[in-house]
Antibody, heavy 120, light 107 residues
């Protein structure tokens, strides 16, 4: 069935880096834009980044611009989020989500999330 | 960035009630609005996109309306499984932004 599964979360010290992965299955990955969305403990949803279906367009939230990068490997049906210079305020559950289109629409499929804790 | 404001932030209701949640955008977003439902410890689920289009498989008691800056999500007859937090989200422009959420609790 259509599925997204995130991995790579954990506890990391401020200033360090972490790479999240999102494995997609059950659909043609190359046809869809993909997003990362995060949720701090007890808080609401915050959109983080998007990469279009072909990887040619990427957009970021101001809060992560210059620190996070998004990429995809269409041969492996996998989405990535490289997070550098991590801060305490990056602590959150990170979800990957599928765009209903190539990158400009709502998010119809979500993974269960992977937790990132930034703490010394 | 476009600011999305939901109201109320939370409320209590009973099974069978008709409930309405509103979402206001800080600038016009045409109909580029989605509604999500999230239960504790779970990922959000898309309910409605394009302001009023129900995702396949979503019960018909859910409906959405509005365009421009003012939108509503209505649940016509609240069921036990509908107690959750609801978020609106604009996809008119980047950065994508969500409302702060509306928690629907059991009275």
């Amino acid at each position: 069935q259509v599925q997204l599964v995130e991995s790579g979360g954990g506890v990391v010290q401020p200033g360090r880096s972490l790479r999240l992965s999102c494995a997609a299955s059950g659909f043609t990955f190359t046809n869809y834009g993909m997003h990362w969305v995060r949720q701090a403990p007890g808080k609401g949803l915050e959109w983080v980044a998007v990469i279009w279906y072909d990887g040619n367009n990427k957009y970021f939230a101001d809060s992560v611009k210059g620190r996070f990068t998004i990429s995809r490997d269409n041969s492996k049906n996998t989405l990535y989020l490289q997070m550098n210079s991590l801060r305490a305020e990056d602590t959150a559950l990170y979800f990957c989500a599928r765009d209903t289109n190539t990158g400009g629409d709502a998010f119809d499929i979500w993974g269960p999330g992977t937790m990132v804790t930034v703490s010394s | 960035a476009i600011r999305m404001t939901q109201s109320p932030s939370s409320f209590s209701a009973s099974t069978g009630d008709r409930v309405t949640i509103t979402c206001r955008a800080s600038q016009g977003i045409s109909s580029y609005l989605a509604w999500y439902q999230q239960k504790p410890g779970k990922a959000p689920k898309l309910l409605i996109y394009a302001a009023s289009t129900l995702l396949s498989g979503v019960p018909s008691r859910f409906s959405g309306s509005g365009s421009g800056t003012d939108f509503t999500l209505t649940i016509s007859c609240l069921q036990s499984e509908d107690f959750a937090t609801y978020y609106c989200q604009q996809y008119y422009s980047y950065p994508r932004t969500f409302g702060q959420g509306t928690k629907v609790e059991i009275k």
